[in-house]
């Protein structure tokens, strides 16, 4: 006759749901400790990840007021050199253009003109808006250069 592995016969499924359970328990134990931990993570990563984002979107502002400072100077000269040559239509020129595209974008704007008979530069600079409350945008300056036109015999 056959042996059996236990003097009982085999075990009631009542114990080895106890032998099942108790692995089940040291498992959920370990894991209990973990227990929050993405939550701890996240509240430390997010601020991280959101002041890098802020800065990424400062700095496109930036250079978004340096394109429109750059197009202010450059339409400020191509007016300027024209004949007459005028340094104060070249200034009005550029306020002209700044005041058409840059509203809120370039604060504390200043267009400088100068001229001498064989070329016009007109400079742009300002400071771009700023998302951090309490701190000012970033400087932007601008230069343009052109020779003054002059008629041909």
Do not use: C, K, N
Not at 14 to 20: I, N, Q, T
Not at 52 to 61: D, G, N, S
Not at 67 to 94: D, F, H, K, M
């Amino acid at each position: 006759m056959a042996r059996s592995a236990s003097p009982h016969g085999p075990a009631p499924p009542s114990r080895l749901g106890h032998v099942y359970g108790r692995r089940a328990g040291v498992v959920r134990r370990r894991l209990s400790g973990e227990r929050g931990a993405a939550s701890v993570e996240l509240a430390v990563t997010f601020p991280v990840v959101l002041l890098l984002v802020m800065t990424l979107i400062q700095a496109a502002l930036w250079f978004h007021a340096r394109s429109i400072a750059l197009g202010a100077a450059q339409e400020g000269a191509r007016e300027g050199r024209v004949q007459p040559a005028s340094t104060a239509r070249a200034g009005t020129a550029a306020e002209g253009f700044l005041d058409q595209t840059a509203s809120d974008l370039l604060t504390g704007r200043d267009v400088t003109v100068a001229g001498s008979p064989s070329s016009i530069e007109v400079t742009v600079s300002g400071t771009s808006i700023s998302l951090f409350p309490g701190l000012s945008g970033w400087s932007v300056t601008q230069r343009a250069v052109g020779p003054v036109e002059r008629p041909a015999p």
